[in-house]
Each structure stands twice: as structure tokens, then as C-alpha cells.
Nanobody, 124 residues
Framework: VQLQASGGGLAQPGGSLRLSCAASGSIFSINAMGWYRQAPGKQRELVASNTSGGSTKYADSVKGRFAISRDNAKKTVYLQMDSLKPEDTAVYYC???????????????????WGQGTLVTVSS
């Protein structure tokens, strides 16, 4: 079972990037999925989250600029980032608050499951 993040890179201020995080493996269900970020010297913080029912939550700093979406069939969560600012520069991580998967003949659940990070750099 893996969460694979992609889509990071270099963007200019005011530009856009789209991050993707795909879950792979013998997954039965995923509850909330979200994006966190960690800038150098700072703590990891929640950027946006999306429950399996479609409810969303955003950090105040990204409201109106970022949009999280989810394709349950593809087990993928996206983060559309527009109007990027230099202070958005960070490593972005995707997270599943609970992930249930097939383990042999039974189901197992992992909580607070993390993918690898993808670096977003906003600079002119």
C-alpha cells in the first residue's frame, strides 16, 4: 500500500501547479485524504483536506487560491494551487487519516498514513 505524490516543481509567483496523490495496492477504503506542507524550519501544517463524503477544509492562508478534489474511483486526491506565493514554498505531503486494505484474507487499517513529499518552489 502506497500513497504516491507527484506534480511538484518550480512555479513563478502568481502561477499554478497541480499536485496529485494516488493510492495504490489492495485498498478497500480510504477515509479523509489531505495535503500538508512543511517549509524549512517550520512545523508541518495542514493545507487542505477532503473527506470521503466530499467535505473540505482549508488553511486560512490558502483559501480562495487552492482547491482540493478527489476521485474515489481512482483513489486519488488532487490539489490545484493557483495564485502561488513565495510563502507557499514547501515540501507537500499527502495523508490518509485511515486507510483500510486487504491483507491476505482479512482487512487491516492503517491510521495517519503518509506519502512521500513533493517539493513546491515558488520563485521568480
Amino acid at each position: 500500500v502506497q500513497l504516491q505524490a507527484s506534480g511538484g516543481g518550480l512555479a513563478q509567483p502568481g502561477g499554478s501547479l497541480r499536485l496529485s496523490c494516488a493510492a495504490s495496492g489492495s485498498i478497500f477504503s480510504i477515509n479523509a485524504m489531505g495535503w500538508y506542507r512543511q517549509a524549512p524550519g517550520k512545523q508541518r501544517e495542514l493545507v487542505a483536506s477532503n473527506t470521503s463524503g466530499g467535505s473540505t477544509k482549508y488553511a486560512d492562508s490558502v483559501k480562495g487560491r487552492f482547491a482540493i478534489s478527489r476521485d474515489n474511483a481512482k483513489k486519488t486526491v488532487y490539489l490545484q494551487m493557483d495564485s502561488l506565493k513565495p510563502e507557499d514554498t514547501a515540501v507537500y505531503y499527502c495523508n490518509a487519516d485511515s486507510l483500510t486494505y486487504y491483507s491476505g484474507s482479512h482487512l487491516s487499517t492503517e491510521y495517519d498514513y503518509w506519502g512521500q513529499g513533493t517539493l513546491v518552489t515558488v520563485s521568480s
